[in-house]
C-alpha cells in the first residue's frame, strides 16, 4: 500500500497545513462517483438495477441531511461515455430533477489517439446535453484507471500526451480523478487546487502546475481540483505503518469521523482563501459492496458527524456541493469574493438543464 511513496510524500511533508482554521470556517463538500452501471462484465440487466438502485433509493436517503443552506447531499455522477445505455441516463436525468446531484463524464480508454479521443467526448457531449445533463457544453472529467495525460509508465489506459489539450477544447471545466495514491498516476503536486500546462512530447504534464489564488488569473490547459492525500495514523497497516488516506468511500473503507476529519484537515482551498475549505471524496457508487457507504446506513453515519462537527454555524459551516459547484466556488475565490460561498453556486456555469425545469 505504500508504494509510490517518493512520488508525494515529499510534498505531503513540506505542505501540512499549521495553525488553527478560520473562524467561521465553509466546508464544502463534494462527493464525486466514478459510476459505472457495467461494471464487472455486468449484463444490461444488472447494470440497470444498479441505476435504479440509485434512482429509488438515493432521495429517500438524502432527504435525512441538510446543509447550511437547506440543501441535502449533493452526489456528481461521472458516468462512462463507453457505457452509454439511454435507459440508464434518463434514470439519472430524473434523480437529478429532484435535485439530488448533476452529471459529468467519466472515460476509460486504451492505446488511444488525440483525434479519436475528441471524437469520443464530443459525442458523448451529444448524448449527455440530450438528456439535459450539461451546463452550457461544459463537463467536469474523471479519467478511468487514473490514466490522466497517459500517467502510467507502462502507456496503457490512456495513450494521449496531449490529453490535457483535448479536454480543454472539448469544454472541460475541470479535472476531479486525483488524488489516485497508491498508483504510479498520483502527482507530486497533492492537496491541490491548480493549472496545469500541457506539454503535447511528454505524459503526465499535470505533475505540477500553478496554484490557484485569489487575485490570479487562469493559465496553462486545464484547472485540476484534487481531494485529499495523507498518512492516516490511526489506521495502521500490520500495528505501526501508517495507512494511505486518498479519500475513497467504498463498504470496507466507510467515511469514518476520523476519516472525516483527516479530509478537512488538509485544508484544499484557493491561496488567500483559507476560510473556504474544498473536500472532495470518491467512490464508486455502482458496485454493490459499496451501497450503504454511498446511500446507506454507514453514509448515515458520515453525514451524521458532518453536521455534527461541521455545521455549528459558528466554528464550521457546512455546505454540499455538486462538482460543476466546486468549481465555481473555485472561480469566485480566484475572483476575490468572499462570504457565504452559497451565493456563488453558479458563479460561472448555471445548472444543467434538468435542474433548471
Known amino acids: 500500500m505504500l508504494r509510490n511513496l517518493h512520488l508525494w510524500l515529499p510534498g505531503y511533508l513540506a505542505s501540512r497545513p499549521r495553525g488553527e482554521f478560520v473562524s467561521p470556517t465553509h466546508v464544502l463538500f463534494c462527493f464525486v462517483d466514478h459510476f459505472e452501471p457495467l461494471w464487472g462484465q455486468a449484463s444490461k440487466y444488472q447494470g440497470l438495477e444498479r441505476v435504479e438502485h440509485w434512482?429509488?433509493?438515493?432521495?429517500?436517503?438524502a432527504q435525512q441531511f441538510r446543509d447550511a443552506d437547506g440543501r441535502p447531499p449533493?452526489?456528481?455522477?461521472?458516468?462512462?461515455?463507453?457505457?452509454?445505455?439511454p435507459e440508464y441516463l434518463d434514470l439519472l436525468?430524473?434523480?437529478c430533477r429532484q435535485g439530488c446531484g448533476e452529471v459529468e463524464v467519466h472515460l476509460h480508454h486504451d492505446n488511444d489517439t488525440a483525434e479519436n479521443l475528441q471524437a469520443q467526448i464530443s459525442k458523448f457531449k451529444s448524448q449527455l446535453a440530450g438528456h439535459g445533463l450539461l451546463s452550457q457544453g461544459r463537463y467536469g472529467f474523471i479519467h478511468g484507471n487514473w490514466s490522466l495525460d497517459n500517467s502510467r509508465r507502462d502507456g496503457r489506459w490512456c495513450g494521449v500526451n496531449n490529453e490535457l489539450q483535448v479536454l480543454r477544447a472539448t469544454g472541460c471545466y475541470a479535472?476531479?480523478?486525483?488524488?489516485?495514491?497508491?498508483?504510479e498516476t498520483q502527482t507530486r503536486t497533492i492537496n491541490s487546487i491548480y493549472y496545469a500546462t500541457d506539454d503535447p512530447l511528454r505524459s503526465r504534464s499535470h505533475d505540477h502546475g500553478v496554484?490557484?489564488?485569489?487575485?490570479?488569473?487562469?493559465?496553462?490547459d486545464l484547472l485540476l481540483i484534487q481531494g485529499p492525500l495523507a498518512l492516516n495514523w490511526q489506521s495502521r497497516k500490520w500495528g505501526f505503518l501508517p495507512r494511505i488516506e486518498q479519500?475513497?468511500?467504498?463498504?470496507a473503507n466507510p467515511g469514518t469521523p476520523a476519516r472525516v476529519d483527516l479530509w478537512v484537515r488538509q485544508r484544499i482551498g484557493v491561496v488567500g482563501r483559507p476560510e473556504w475549505v474544498f473536500v472532495k471524496v470518491h467512490t464508486h457508487g455502482c458496485q454493490e459492496l459499496n451501497f450503504r457507504a454511498t446511500c446507506g446506513t454507514t453514509a448515515a453515519l458520515m453525514h451524521a458527524?458532518?453536521?455534527?462537527r461541521y455545521n455549528d454555524g459558528r466554528q464550521f459551516i457546512l455546505h454540499y456541493v455538486t462538482a460543476r459547484e466546486?468549481?465555481?466556488l473555485v472561480k469566485a475565490a480566484e475572483a476575490g469574493h468572499n462570504g457565504n460561498p452559497h451565493q456563488y453556486r453558479d458563479f460561472i456555469l448555471p445548472p444543467p438543464p434538468v435542474r433548471q425545469s
Not at 496554484?211 to 496553462?220: D, E, L
Open 55 to 61: 434512482f429509488e433509493n438515493y432521495p429517500r436517503f
Open 74 to 85: 449533493q452526489h456528481t455522477f461521472f458516468y462512462p461515455a463507453e457505457e452509454y445505455v
Open 93 to 95: 436525468a430524473r434523480l
Open 175 to 183: 479535472d476531479f480523478t486525483l488524488p489516485s495514491a497508491p498508483s
Open 211 to 220: 496554484p490557484v489564488r485569489v487575485g490570479g488569473k487562469p493559465t496553462g
Open 247 to 251: 479519500a475513497s468511500v467504498t463498504g
Open 305 to 308: 458527524y458532518l453536521h455534527e
Open 326 to 328: 466546486m468549481f465555481n
